[in-house]
């Protein structure tokens, strides 16, 4: 993602179109990302879209995606939203996540947003669903505090 410029001025302007560019290419960066086939969908600044195909590999012995890919897909979605916010590479420093359903369908969809961002971290909401027969189903709610990387030295 691209850096604040020196002093702490504002970042310069970057396109919904540049960033999901950008965020496609950090996502294929991502061997898990790869493995479970994951996309990303859309990206703009403080927001971001992450799909998830289901599939036999993502699942737990019951038949639901197993728990950790829908935390996965949540705090990939709750990272970008607050890296794409602070313009600064960045990490999950904190990440709590509610289920409310089983996911059971075609693909989960992870919407996350930056619901504030300081000068060092974000604090971010993801919306969790699963596709099933065309409908979107709420099945987890996550909040993350997202964290500047120090700079690197020169």
Same mark, same amino acid.
């Given at each position: 993602?691209?850096?604040?410029?020196?002093?702490?001025?504002?970042?310069?302007? *970057?396109?919904?179109?540049?960033?999901?560019?950008? %965020?496609?290419?950090? /996502?294929?960066?991502?061997?898990?990302? *790869? /493995? &479970? %086939?994951?996309? !990303?969908?859309? !990206?703009?600044? %403080?927001?971001?879209?992450? @799909?998830?195909?289901?599939?036999?590999? =993502?699942?737990?012995? @019951?038949?639901? =995606? @197993?728990? %950790?890919?829908?935390?996965?897909?949540?705090?990939?979605?709750?990272?970008?939203?607050?890296? $794409?916010? /602070?313009?600064?590479?960045? *990490?999950?420093?904190?990440?709590? &996540?509610?289920?409310?359903?089983?996911?059971?369908?075609?693909? !989960? &969809?992870?919407?996350?947003?930056?619901? @504030? *961002?300081?000068? $060092?971290?974000?604090?971010?909401?993801?919306?969790?669903?699963?596709?099933?027969?065309?409908?979107?189903?709420?099945?987890?709610?996550?909040?993350?505090? &997202?964290?500047? !990387?120090?700079?690197?030295?020169?």
């Amino acid at each position: 993602m691209p850096r604040r410029e020196e002093g702490g001025a504002p970042p310069v302007a *970057v396109s919904p179109q540049a960033f999901l560019r950008m %965020g496609r290419e950090v /996502l294929a960066q991502q061997p898990f990302s *790869v /493995l &479970i %086939g994951a996309e !990303l969908a859309a !990206l703009s600044s %403080g927001a971001c879209e992450l @799909h998830v195909p289901v599939t036999d590999h =993502v699942k737990q012995q @019951h038949g639901f =995606v @197993h728990g %950790g890919v829908v935390c996965y897909a949540a705090d990939n979605a709750l990272t970008y939203a607050g890296g $794409t916010a /602070l313009r600064v590479p960045v *990490v999950t420093s904190e990440f709590k &996540i509610n289920y409310v359903r089983p996911a059971i369908g075609e693909r !989960l &969809i992870a919407r996350a947003r930056a619901e @504030h *961002v300081g000068r $060092t971290q974000a604090v971010c909401r993801c919306d969790v669903f699963v596709v099933d027969g065309g409908a979107e189903k709420l099945c987890a709610v996550a909040q993350g505090t &997202i964290t500047a !990387l120090p700079a690197k030295a020169p």
